[in-house]
């Protein structure tokens, strides 16, 4: 008994040191988390336990973002005092995405990242990239040229995955004792996301969010084992009581979740946040302003400088704490804390704040404050969209149809173009259907050009497809959204991604099917739609 307290002593973290500050809370910021699992799918907990476990521990808001495809779910509620999102966390082929604040999907969302970007936006929500730089391969984020609101510059569930054994044991131990500090222990400065979220936001607006990634329980299975309680460590409130998310508000909260809640996610995808890591120091609180002239700025703002710059931060800290002020990722200045003021001649781009703390742990240390950026100058005018140009040929209208067996449908043509009826075999026919034409790419093409139409909103893969390769042969594929509405639809031959094995560049030579294909990637197994092209033709 006496060898296991010498054990734990030995691995105990240092408490949280405590801040002192002199400015009052702000009532128009909440502390919350970001990134969380119920049973709905790998948590531990229900919503009302996971909310019970996050008022214990301070919090005044969640996202709830289970495993699913933006179906399913539950509508804004305040639970246990606390303000609770139902997001979701949707796997993509390039990583995944925690979608806030989006409206029921109509189809399941999934398939390239991009798109997903696309449909989450579409239906009113915020896309963050989630554990962009975890070590596990597979959860890894890739699609950077994706349009993210934001992005976790820390990851919860990330963190403890590059420790070496000892670590985790010492970790283990002193969670006994001091859980959000042992917890805190295993962060690291997670140098490659800050990086990657600073040369984003040097060309447009991005949140630094932090994801608590939090399941209540250590699983013992994959997603079999969904709903099942596993070892129940580290608890929702042990995670809650590590780090918070703080958001400032343009608004009071009402008391209404239904109202309330388009409040909090319009603070959160303007970037009005800042990372406070409490099992480091507790309370932070941050004050970040930028003004010249008669204009002013807070995090999440833009401004439009009149002459040089002046930035003023305001951070309690323990003893030795030092604030950083940051232009896209490089220092500009420094100073103890509680406060820096700096004036400048500001280089247009984004300017937020780092908060460190002499003792913190991980190599190099985590900071103890992030803050999402302020933006000075003028957004950045990135390269005009290309437009097509003259068309080259028309596709025509000898349209057939391929299917799996149990899917099916019927095609109809006519001089205003063709219509599409599919219907998806059940689960387990491997279902799909598509229209498809017969094709050779003009060597001048450089762009598919169509109008369509849906006669309800759904995502088609229009897809180019080679016969050399052998077997199905090589395809390169291109996500499109219709509606009821229609819509003039342009796709670069650049924008066609491959398929499995296939070679990066559509093989323009080689092509010789055009195909809009419905499978299962964005429906379900037994649905139906129908699908209405014309003038499809290629443009230089």
């Not at 031959?493 to 990066?504: Q, S, T």
Request: charge should be neutral; aromatic fraction near 6%; charged fraction near 20%.
């Amino acid at each position: 008994m006496a060898a296991v307290v010498v054990l734990i002593a030995l691995a105990l973290p240092p408490s949280p040191r405590a801040v002192t500050h002199s400015a009052a809370v702000d009532p128009l910021t909440l502390k919350g988390a970001l990134h969380v699992h119920t049973v709905k799918s790998d948590g531990g907990g229900t919503m009302d336990e996971v909310a019970a476990a996050a008022a214990a521990a301070g919090l005044t808001f969640l996202v709830i973002t289970d495993h699913g495809d933006g179906r399913g779910l539950q509508p804004p509620s305040y639970r246990r005092g606390v303000l609770c999102i139902d997001g979701a966390e949707i796997s993509t082929d390039q990583g995944h995405v925690v979608a806030i604040g989006l409206k029921e999907a109509e189809y399941p969302l999934a398939g390239e990242a991009r798109d997903v970007v696309e449909d989450v936006q579409r239906l009113g929500g915020m896309a963050v990239a989630a554990h962009p730089a975890s070590p596990k391969e597979a959860l890894a984020w890739s699609a950077w040229e994706a349009p993210i609101d934001g992005i976790e510059w820390l990851n919860a569930d990330s963190e403890w995955r590059d420790e070496s054994g000892a670590s985790l044991a010492r970790a283990v131990l002193g969670y006994w004792l001091r859980p959000a500090a042992a917890i805190a222990r295993t962060f690291d400065g997670p140098s490659s996301a800050l990086a990657r979220a600073d040369e984003l936001a040097a060309r447009r607006a991005l949140a630094y969010v932090a994801g608590h990634d939090a399941h209540g329980r250590i699983a013992r299975g994959g997603p079999e084992d969904y709903g099942r309680r596993g070892i129940p460590l580290p608890t929702y409130r042990a995670l809650f009581e590590t780090f918070a998310v703080h958001v400032a508000l343009d608004r009071a909260l009402t008391g209404d979740a239904e109202a309330d809640a388009p409040v909090l996610v319009r603070a959160l995808k303007r970037g009005r946040v800042f990372t406070g890591i409490d099992g480091v120091a507790r309370p932070a609180r941050l004050m970040f302003r930028a003004t010249s002239g008669s204009a002013s700025a807070a995090i999440g703002d833009r401004l439009i400088p009149a002459g040089p710059v002046d930035f003023e931060v305001q951070a309690g800290g323990p003893p030795g704490a030092t604030i950083v002020l940051l232009h896209n990722g490089a220092e500009r200045a420094r100073a103890p804390a509680p406060g820096l003021a700096s004036r400048m001649v500001a280089a247009p781009g984004a300017y937020r704040v780092e908060v460190h703390v002499p003792g913190a742990p991980g190599t190099p240390p985590v900071p103890w404050i992030v803050s999402s950026p302020i933006y000075v100058g003028v957004a950045p005018v990135g390269p005009l969209e290309p437009q097509p140009g003259a068309a080259t040929a028309p596709v025509g209208n000898d349209w057939s149809m391929e299917h799996a067996e149990g899917s099916g449908g019927a095609v109809s043509v006519s001089p205003e173009g063709v219509e599409f009826d599919y219907h998806l075999g059940p689960i387990g026919t491997s279902p799909y259907a598509a229209l498809v034409h017969a094709v050779a790419v003009p060597a001048a093409a450089r762009w598919l050009s169509f109008g369509a139409r849906a006669d309800r909103p759904m995502r088609i893969s229009v897809q180019l497809r080679s016969p050399a390769g052998g077997g199905a042969g090589q395809r390169w594929r291109r996500s499109i959204f219709v509606g009821p509405a229609g819509r003039r639809i342009a796709i670069r031959l650049e924008e066609f991604r491959a398929i499995r094995g296939a070679a990066p560049a559509v093989d323009r030579a080689g092509a010789d099917s055009l195909l809009f294909v419905a499978d299962t990637v964005n429906a379900d197994p037994g649905s139906s739609g129908r699908l209405a092209l014309r003038d499809v033709e290629w443009r230089e």
